[in-house]
């Protein structure tokens, strides 16, 4: 019986070496969240601000990187105004806690801000999702310059 135990363990090892090896898949509702981003990058790049609008609840907030806040029609209306040449995501993670959803990610950009400012850079960002009746919504975003390209 123990050799029996022994060998089972032993024929065991493989799969379970090959199970810890699988890279890990993204749960449906981290990957939708993280889908919305890319929509609200892809939207932004297009200087579509209705489309941003769409993904931002109407009591939405945001502080920019220079510490300005700014309410759902004061983000929908800069998006509109930007020009971007170019924008890229990365470094994104999610964290659930129950209905609410927090991404971080890195954003680096180049082109001109709703307010007519040259951009080249990068910053960090963090948005909040809260599942709404209609789907999920983002009702906060804070980003801060990261120095360096």
Do not use: Y
Request: proline fraction near 4%.
């Amino acid at each position: 019986m123990k050799r029996f135990l022994i060998a089972a363990a032993i024929a065991l090892l493989p799969v379970t070496a090959a199970a810890q090896n699988t890279p890990k898949k993204e749960p449906p509702i981290e990957q939708a969240l993280l889908a919305l981003e890319q929509r609200w990058s892809t939207a932004s790049k297009a200087s579509d601000g209705p489309a941003v609008g769409a993904l931002l609840a109407e009591d939405f907030t945001a502080i920019d990187s220079d510490g300005s806040m700014r309410t759902k029609a004061e983000l929908v209306e800069r998006t509109t105004k930007g020009k971007w040449t170019s924008t890229a995501l990365s470094d994104m993670k999610v964290v659930m806690h129950g209905n609410t959803g927090i991404v971080t990610g890195v954003l680096t950009g180049a082109g001109t801000d709703g307010g007519g400012k040259a951009v080249d850079g990068r910053e960090r960002w963090a948005d909040t999702w809260v599942k709404a009746k209609d789907g999920w919504r983002c009702v906060a975003s804070a980003s801060a310059p990261l120095s360096g390209k």
